[in-house]
């Protein structure tokens, strides 16, 4: 994948994955979580309208949380880098966050844990990379995934 194509990689929702989603999204409205899921909320760039989604939030060992774009450079990513901030939803309960865009080379730990975490249900949209990947795998990679840091 050459820098240009990694830079600009979005996959976007086919057959049933927008009523898969549209399904998806009710569930945290709910106080659902599936797996550490959250709706993320973003203010919209052009609109300054609240935009949700649902996210998983990837939390270390050590306490750290990340978002990580599976689908690539998607609107909520778009969003998140001007906005620089958003809240996770859940039921009631609401986090405010400000994020931070990793770069290329700090998101390799990341997308390992993140895989190894949600490979299962992400795993199409890394094109064959799994956890198992090589650190040179994930590097190439790296550019079409975009991760944040939460604080």
């Known amino acids: ?82 906005a620089g901030s958003g809240e996770l939803r859940l039921g009631r309960r609401v986090q405010t966050f400000t994020a931070t865009e990793l770069s290329d080379a700090d998101k390799i730990p990341v997308l390992r844990a993140y895989l190894d975490r949600w490979g299962w249900e992400v795993g199409r949209f890394f094109e064959g990379v799994t956890k198992h990947a090589t650190d040179a795998e994930l590097a190439d990679i790296a550019p079409g995934f975009p991760v944040f840091a939460l604080a």
């Open 1 to 82: 994948m050459d820098a240009h194509t990694a830079a600009t990689r979005y996959l976007g929702p086919k057959g049933l994955d927008p009523y898969m989603n549209r399904f998806f999204n009710l569930l945290p409205k709910l106080g659902i979580s599936i797996a550490g899921s959250r709706l993320l909320a973003v203010r919209g760039r052009k609109s300054g309208e609240w935009r949700t989604t649902l996210v998983n939030v990837l939390t270390t060992d050590d306490g750290a949380r990340y978002l990580v774009a599976p689908r690539g450079h998607t609107q909520w990513v778009r969003n998140l880098r001007v």
